[in-house]
């Protein structure tokens, strides 16, 4: 049985966002579940909740510390064939793009021509109006739902010119929210 899992952020005794993450497990495994059952945040640090589950139920709680990665590189990898729409354990395909980073920091993954997301984040690029994010990523991330759901990002096909072209790009994820970055560099 395939086991998934959630990161959800935890800081100065609150849980952030638990309503989408119930959303993805019940579109994930068709379970009803209610997170704040299993998940609290234990003290005023800042911390990785991951919750691992599969169709049976929650598996696992396990708490720890974040420290946020520092992103400053990009290398652009190519894969027509790579899938990852629900948020698996087994990420070995994902690892294997990951090693062909080079000197990068971090992989921006595409795929049929289009920009998809990174190894660890959903990506968004301001075009100089405007904040988007690929309509079709490799996973529907929790972030992205909510910047979707409050218009503050706008869905749309991304290609490898209008990434290259952005005034700025952005890594949403759980723990990072939207992390705008402006002082970055291509490796092609």
Sequence with gaps: MQDYFETIKCD???VFNLDYHNARISRTVCL???LSEYVYAPNNKLLKCKV?????GIKDVSFMKYKKREIKSFKLVYSDSIIYSKKSTKREDLDVLFEKRAKADEIIIIKNNLV???SIANIAIFDGTSWLTPKTPLLEGTTRARFLNHQEIIACDITV???LNAKKIALLNAMID???KEDYSFLL
């Design 116 to 118: 998809t997301d990174t």
């Design 52 to 56: 691992i589950y599969n169709e049976e």
């Design 12 to 14: 100065d005794y609150e």
């Design 178 to 180: 939207m992390d705008i």
């Design 161 to 163: 010119e209008m990434l």
């Design 32 to 34: 009803n579940l209610n």
